[in-house]
């Protein structure tokens, strides 16, 4: 069997979109350091487009959050994923974005739900720990700490903690891996497509 390579770029991009002074109940929330990642898969064996390609700690969040000088009892914050494909580009939402194509291209383009991705930590704080989801399309979010819960103090290693505290004195809690894997079987065109992954942090109303 002839296998056409297939290059996957994978971005992962930590966005975190407000400003330390911006906060309402909590005096900072951040990713430490606020940095990007990437990585690239190559698919040229059947044996990795049956089985996939899987990374491990692909990405790795550190979060830092800080209480008021005055402490505030409203303070907790949020964590979500999203996914971006350049839909300004014109790609479908279910497709990865388009970089260089190979041949004559009459196969698909990989879809979105190709790529899983599981959040993990030691104290399981996400509801979804240790679970490889996928997206269908653009407009699907994965909460790792969901919007609006009540608050879980820190240093109780437990599902949802989301109150201040931070990746340093509370590293199981405060520290997440990203791992990520591909599955993309045989139905797709020879190329190099592109996902940028979001991780949107900020603190509760």
Request: aromatic content about 10%.
């Amino acid at each position: 069997m002839k296998i056409n390579k297939h290059l996957i770029w994978l971005a992962i991009l930590v966005w975190f979109p407000f400003f330390t002074n911006a906060q309402l109940h909590c005096g900072l929330v951040e990713f430490v350091p606020n940095t990007s990642e990437s990585n690239m898969l190559t698919f040229d064996t059947p044996a990795k487009y049956q089985g996939g390609i899987t990374i491990n700690g692909a990405a790795r969040l550190k979060i830092n959050v800080k209480d008021q000088t005055v402490p505030d009892p409203l303070c907790s914050w949020n964590l979500t994923l999203l996914i971006n494909n350049n839909p300004g580009a014109g790609t479908p939402n279910n497709e990865w974005e388009v970089l260089t194509s190979y041949g004559n291209g009459l196969g698909n383009n990989p879809l979105i739900k190709t790529l899983q991705i599981r959040v993990r930590n030691a104290c399981a704080t996400s509801p979804s720990d240790g679970v490889f989801q996928t997206f269908t399309t653009t407009s699907d979010i994965i909460d790792i700490i969901a919007a609006l819960l009540p608050i879980t103090p820190a240093g109780s290693c437990t599902t949802n903690v989301n109150s201040p505290g931070n990746y340093i004195n509370n590293y199981d809690e405060f520290h997440f891996d990203i791992d990520i894997r591909v599955v993309p079987k045989f139905a797709f065109n020879p190329g190099i497509f592109q996902l940028n992954l979001r991780f949107h942090l900020e603190e509760n109303p």
